[in-house]
């Protein structure tokens, strides 16, 4: 057997060693840099693990009318919401949530959708399940430990549904809009709230607040331990709050006396500056069904509906304006100075009138002789106003009509819809519409506010604001404090002109006009009614639609409000629009000037106890 030679032992075993040193070395800095250098890192990572982050929900800012009342604010709602987890497990969790959070298989299709698309995020089971439900998973916290119960701002809609056109409702992101740039990533995150429509969806930016950060401590496989509530990061900011020009109790009124059978809408307006002191659209919903979710089944009911509850009429639909637009036809007449206000027409009223081969009749067959401006307006005479329009001349009326008046052009409402009226601006509108070019007697239609001539209630209240200011009307606006400068527009008529126009419209509440019965006692009332035809009137299968438009204030003082009123299918405007009209302007009126009223107390006592409406 052969030896190793000494020198060749002591070779191996020093390699050894050094072998030995080395490995001990790099453990060494290995320990070193983990323990010391990138202690910090794993510190953070095992943090990780042992913590989830947690979004903190903010409130949305509170929605004020122009008294201070309170329309939307915010009251503590409960959330449940899973912890990142398998997709078994979650899916088991909420199996076993059934019992305690009624889940429809559409939501639980959704929530499956929701947690594979994000599935490293927290579930949001339900926003708000309610307290006894809160309170029967805290106490079962052991059951349910990748469960996590919060409690969360839920908006409260004090208006209710009399304000849901104007304030619109809210609903969850959707993850096709999140990191668009009206929601940027930095901002937004998924499963957060925000507005849907109306002043909601409008000032999104100002009332979304910027959520907080909450971490609470999680077991190995995810399971909270320790305290539900967890420690808070960065506390929740709450969203802006909004002054609106809004007159809740007038828009409360106005959806108490809107008869509930019919369909229309009613706005009125502040001319002093504009502003919208109520819009109203009927039917209507109520915003709060919408908070934490609508339900799929009144979501279907809602879209089914042959009333269409969330079609705002009052600035998406469109009506002929019918004899509302006769002052329309006398500005633009005043303005070119082709009447004065003492002038009558050369062909008087016997019921109707011949032209181009065609008997154009009078809404009265009796007749109404030989009339002023102001008689005119006074009991809506189709026969002067066909040669009123006759005087300015078809190329005219559609030039000062889009153009000055703006009645092909949107209002500039601070809403996120707004429909622009249809006005026909040129003869290629006859030719592309209804494929023949127009004649001159198309326009004695356009002069009675019939004919191609389709306006929002909104619109036609824009233009009697003008009537009740100097001539000019301002966009109407909701948010007091509106930075943008939406373009209104301007009559050029003088103070004598508005006045002539303003006196028509005192004789037709006056005795002997077409909407006596709906005069004030205590204050200056105008108006003018209007009466639409639509396709399913012409063929005997319903009523027109009816129209009143108001100007309103005190005796020997400018105008104060503005209110135009449409139900449809109403008939006549006298009769059905003109009294829900004056109601309106008569509270306001009685409420800002301390004339006794008990309008509003007989409202309440009406809904608390039941007792009848005198």
């Known amino acids: 057997m052969k030896t190793q030679h000494p020198h060749t032992r002591r070779r191996r075993a020093m390699g050894a060693v050094a072998g030995l040193l080395l490995t001990f070395t790099f453990l060494a800095g290995s320990f070193f840099r983990v323990q010391v250098l990138a202690s910090s890192d794993y510190k953070l990572r095992a943090e990780d693990n042992r913590l989830k982050r947690l979004d903190v929900p903010a409130p949305r800012g509170t929605i004020f009318d122009r008294n201070g009342r309170v329309i939307a604010d915010n009251v503590p709602g409960y959330a449940v919401t899973i912890l990142p987890a398998s997709r078994d497990s979650i899916m088991a969790t909420l199996a076993q949530l059934q019992p305690y959070v009624k889940l429809t298989d559409a939501e639980l299709s959704r929530l499956e959708a929701t947690e594979s698309r994000y599935p490293r995020q927290p579930l949001t089971v339900s926003a708000d399940v309610g307290l006894e439900a809160a309170a029967a998973l805290l106490e079962r916290r052991s059951e349910f430990p990748n469960v996590y119960v919060e409690m969360r701002p839920q908006r409260r809609y004090v208006g209710g549904p009399a304000v849901s056109h104007v304030l619109g409702y809210i609903g969850e992101i959707t993850s096709e809009e999140l990191g668009s740039a009206r929601f940027p990533a930095d901002r937004y995150q998924p499963g957060m709230i925000v507005g849907r429509t109306g002043i909601e969806r409008q000032y999104e930016s100002i009332l979304q607040g910027k959520p907080g950060v909450r971490y609470v401590e999680v077991d190995a496989r995810g399971r909270v331990v320790g305290d539900f509530a967890g420690s808070t990061y960065r506390p929740s900011m709450a969203g802006g709050d909004l002054r609106l020009s809004i007159d809740l109790e007038l828009q409360q009124w106005i959806d108490w006396i809107f008869p509930k059978e019919k369909m229309g809408a009613v706005v009125a307006i502040d001319p002093t500056d504009g502003t919208i002191l109520a819009l109203y659209s009927a039917p209507r919903f109520d915003p709060n069904d919408f908070v934490g979710g609508v339900d799929p089944e009144l979501w279907e009911q809602l879209n089914s509906d042959p009333g269409k509850p969330l079609f705002n009429r009052a600035v998406l639909g469109l009506y002929p304006p019918a004899s509302t637009f006769k002052l329309a036809t006398a500005a633009i007449a005043l303005d070119l100075g082709l009447i004065g206000p003492q002038d009558d027409m050369p062909v008087p009223c016997s019921g109707g009138m011949s032209y181009a081969n065609r008997y154009w009749r009078c809404w009265e067959p009796q007749g109404h002789g030989s009339l002023d401006l102001a008689g005119a307006i006074q009991h809506s005479c189709d026969v002067y106003f066909y040669q009123l329009g006759l005087k300015i001349g078809l190329e005219r009326l559609l030039q000062e009509g889009t153009t000055n008046i703006g009645m092909s052009r949107q209002c500039g409402v601070d809403l996120p819809e707004e429909k622009a009226g249809i006005f026909p601006a040129d003869a290629n509108f006859w030719q592309n519409r209804f494929g023949y070019s127009p004649n001159e007697s198309e326009v004695l239609s356009l002069a009675i506010g019939q004919g191609p001539n389709s306006q929002t209630p909104l619109k036609m209240a824009q233009f009697y604001t003008a009537l009740a200011r100097d001539g000019s009307s301002p966009?109407?606006?909701?948010?007091?404090?509106?930075?943008?400068?939406?373009?209104?527009?301007?009559?050029?008529?003088?103070?004598?002109?508005?006045?002539?126009?303003?006196?028509?419209?005192?004789?037709?509440?006056?005795?002997?006009?077409?909407?006596?019965?709906?005069?004030?006692?205590?204050?200056?009332?105008?108006?003018?009614?209007?009466?639409?035809?639509?396709?399913?009137s012409l063929q005997g299968l319903a009523d027109d639609h009816a129209w009143f438009a108001a100007i309103a204030g005190p005796r020997g003082k400018p105008p104060e409000i503005v209110v135009v009123t449409l139900v449809e299918f109403g008939g006549g405007g006298s009769a059905v629009a003109a009294p829900i009209a004056a109601k309106a302007a008569d509270l306001y009126l009685r409420r800002k000037y301390g004339v006794p009223v008990d309008t509003i107390q007989t409202l309440r006592e009406h809904r608390i106890t039941g007792r009848p409406i005198r």
């Open 475 to 536: 966009a109407p606006s909701f948010f007091i404090g509106r930075q943008d400068e939406a373009e209104g527009f301007e009559l050029k008529l003088n103070a004598e002109g508005i006045e002539a126009l303003r006196q028509g419209m005192r004789q037709v509440v006056g005795r002997g006009g077409t909407a006596y019965m709906s005069s004030l006692p205590y204050w200056d009332l105008m108006g003018k009614s209007g009466t639409g035809q639509n396709s399913l």
